[in-house]
């Protein structure tokens, strides 16, 4: 899971691993619990989960008939705040494209609510983010504010930086590298696609100031004082001033 901010600034809030069959109903319990989760802001109020991505490529109809069941919405800065703050989509990757978002198609044209599938460039996701874990943090004493962009993690395992960075561009293709595992990349690259989908790639000032709005006036925002200790990758929360700015 992922906060963003201004700037696509962006802070790592939690990365789990749900175990079971997708095929079976109690791995969709599960992931019903993690969307019903709120997380704690600096301010003291409790934020939801906005966008939750799901990849289809796997069990596809499992998968429709699990999202068909969460709240859909018509996506934008104005209409992603008048929607319901829990909402799951379907996402599919795919390499032919040199855009990050290609919209959404029906899935299920001949049910009522259908279902939408929303395909993203994976190639320029990774490009993107790559291009961010390389730049550098400002240095106490200048006081500068970090760089556009930049990513925040709290002290998750070795093993997750591993997989997040497992792949490398050769010959304009991306390439697992041996005997390595991309899982907590592939779910950096839909943690993207679902800030794009809500929106903020054509955020303006106005609309943080709107999302700020939202927020207790008169809580004082808490800076963390000492890194959490080094966890296991499998289930890792962090509080953060993720969304303080």
């Not at 190639?123 to 730049?135: H, W």
Request: charged residues 25%; proline residues 7%.
């Amino acid at each position: 899971m992922v906060a963003w901010g201004r700037g696509k600034e962006s802070w790592s809030v939690d990365y789990r691993v749900l175990v079971g069959d997708t095929a079976r109903a109690d791995v969709w319990q599960q992931l019903d619990a993690v969307l019903d989760e709120e997380f704690p802001h600096a301010s003291g109020m409790r934020l939801p989960i906005r966008v939750l991505c799901v990849d289809s490529g796997f069990n596809p109809r499992i998968t429709y008939d699990w999202v068909r069941g969460h709240p859909q919405a018509s996506w934008g800065p104005a209409g992603a705040r008048a929607a319901s703050p829990k909402t799951a989509v379907a996402v599919k990757g795919t390499a032919r494209t040199d855009r990050l978002i290609l919209g959404a198609s029906p899935v299920d044209a001949s049910k009522r609510r259908g279902t939408r599938l929303w395909t993203l460039g994976t190639p320029v996701a990774k490009s993107e983010l790559y291009s961010r874990l390389r730049l550098a943090p400002p240095t106490e004493e200048s006081g500068d504010p970090f760089p556009v962009g930049y990513c925040h993690f709290p002290r998750y395992e070795e093993e997750y930086f591993r997989q997040l960075t497992a792949e490398s561009l050769v010959k304009g293709h991306w390439v697992v590298g041996p005997n390595q595992r991309n899982e907590a990349l592939d779910c950096r690259v839909y943690a993207r696609a679902a800030a794009s989908i809500y929106g903020i790639d054509r955020f303006a000032e106005k609309h943080w100031r709107e999302l700020e709005a939202l927020l207790p006036a008169t809580a004082a925002p808490q800076e963390m004082t000492a890194a959490p200790p080094a966890r296991s990758a499998r289930r890792v929360t962090v509080g953060s001033n993720w969304m303080k700015r």
